[in-house]
């Protein structure tokens, strides 16, 4: 199939895309216009943690969708309750507030520390509204969310920012608690930070900030849009290190696809009041139908136990594959990993891979000298052994 360049210089200039159109895809593999077939590492960015198309989002949106599509928020609907109950039940988490996207979970994590802020005034009998964000920290595109993120560059793109956020170092709590200040509310973090190039929080510094968020009377708010959702083995990352924040934000990988996202938080943290919060679509039953097949295929026994094997075994190969083309090692957490190439040749081998024949292989590089990995979390052994050697005849040709 033919697609007219005519017709795709209609949709706005937001990133450079290459010249395909996909048109199918099946677990983890996608089709282009041309028929040819690509191994998906990207997986929607880290989103398709069933990978593509599968059965279990098709089935609940086909019968959600016959059954009720959209009562309105002023309503309950039964599949937010019961996806409401799942997370709640499995987490250390009281109260869901369901939204479509990643940034809208965290511009509600900001206002909900805000409003607790203002409930949990200073000794001055202020309001406290500051939140210590990270360097390098991405937590989303609207201009909130754009303020909290720690990325290069974004301090200045759509200036003014959105004041009362402060940027630390991760892994180093003294920057943390220099910036504690009477106004500050919360610390905010990813547990592994990803679009930085898979940086996990160390187990001792996630502990050692819920101590300290402890003693200063601060909220610990994580945002698990990537890492949530059996990404890193457990069901939330904030596992991995045995605490229990405040407010935890989820996206990506609760729809496996389709637009959902969350903002949890514990009974004492959620002072929400009737007209504070809200959202046309937020927790409308056709996405938190998918959202509820979503969970129960990551809460099956065995499921988890299987990420966290493979996580393991993709960490063991990326690791023989760095010593044998001489290249930096890798890190990450559970199928959230990445190869530290050593050097900036992370978009080269991304366009090499993606040329491959007869099948392509579609990796990504959010830093030039590093490749990220996200497969679904159904990924299979051949598959992730697939991906391997590929890789490492695209490391051969380009003479590494
Ligand atoms: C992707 C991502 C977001 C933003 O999610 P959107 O759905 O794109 O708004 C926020 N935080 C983290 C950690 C992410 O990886």
Redesign the pocket.
């Known amino acids: 199939m033919e697609f007219s360049q005519y017709a795709v210089d209609k949709l706005m200039v937001i990133t450079n895309r290459p010249p395909l159109v996909f048109v199918e895809g099946d677990g983890m593999w996608l089709t282009d216009n041309n028929g040819k077939r690509y191994l998906d590492y990207l997986q929607g960015?880290?989103v398709n943690c069933l990978g593509h198309s599968p059965q279990c989002i098709h089935d609940a949106l086909a019968a959600q969708s016959k059954k009720l599509i959209n009562p309105s928020p002023a309503f309950y609907n039964e599949p937010s309750i019961e996806l409401a109950r799942l997370l709640t039940d499995n987490s250390c988490f009281d109260r869901v507030f369901f939204a479509n996207?990643?940034?809208?979970?965290?511009e509600g994590a900001f206002k909900l520390a805000r409003k607790w802020g203002k409930v949990n005034k200073n000794a001055a009998g202020e309001n406290r509204y500051e939140i210590i964000t990270f360097d390098h920290?991405?937590?989303?595109?609207?201009i909130a969310?754009m303020s909290a993120s720690g990325k290069a560059g974004w301090d200045t793109i759509f200036a003014p920012q959105v004041p009362g956020f402060h940027k630390a170092v991760l892994n180093d709590i003294a920057s943390v608690e220099k910036l504690i200040t009477d106004k500050t509310v919360a610390v905010m973090l990813?547990p592994v930070?990803?679009?930085a190039g898979v940086i996990p929080a160390t187990r001792e510094f996630m502990q050692a900030l819920r101590t300290l968020t402890k003693e200063r009377n601060l909220l610990l708010i994580v945002?698990?849009?990537?890492?949530g959702m059996g990404r890193c083995g457990d069901l939330f990352a904030y596992q991995l290190s045995g605490i229990e924040p405040d407010i935890m934000?989820l996206?990506?990988g609760i729809g496996g696809g389709v637009?959902l996202?969350a903002l949890l938080a514990r009974e004492e943290v959620a002072v929400f009041e009737a007209g504070e919060q809200g959202g046309t679509y937020n927790g409308n039953p056709v996405m938190t139908a998918v959202g509820v097949a979503i969970a129960r295929e990551l809460l099956a026994p065995g499921f988890l136990q299987s990420v966290k094997d493979k996580g393991a075994y993709l960490s063991q190969e990326l690791l023989k594959l760095s010593d044998k083309h001489g290249l930096a090692g890798e890190r990450g957490e559970g199928l959230l990993r990445a190869l530290q190439l050593g050097k900036d040749i992370g978009p080269q081998i991304v366009d090499r891979a993606r040329d491959l024949e007869p099948f392509g292989l579609l990796l990504n590089s959010p830093r030039p000298d590093l490749l990220r990995f996200m497969p679904s979390l159904n990924v299979s052994k051949e598959e992730l052994d697939q991906m391997l050697a590929l890789l490492s005849d695209v490391l051969t040709s380009l003479g590494h």
Request: proline content about 3%; overall charge negative.
């Open positions: 960015w880290a996207s990643g940034a809208e979970a965290n920290s991405f937590h989303g595109r609207t969310a990813e930070q990803g679009e945002d698990e849009v990537q890492t934000t996206g990506k637009p996202a």
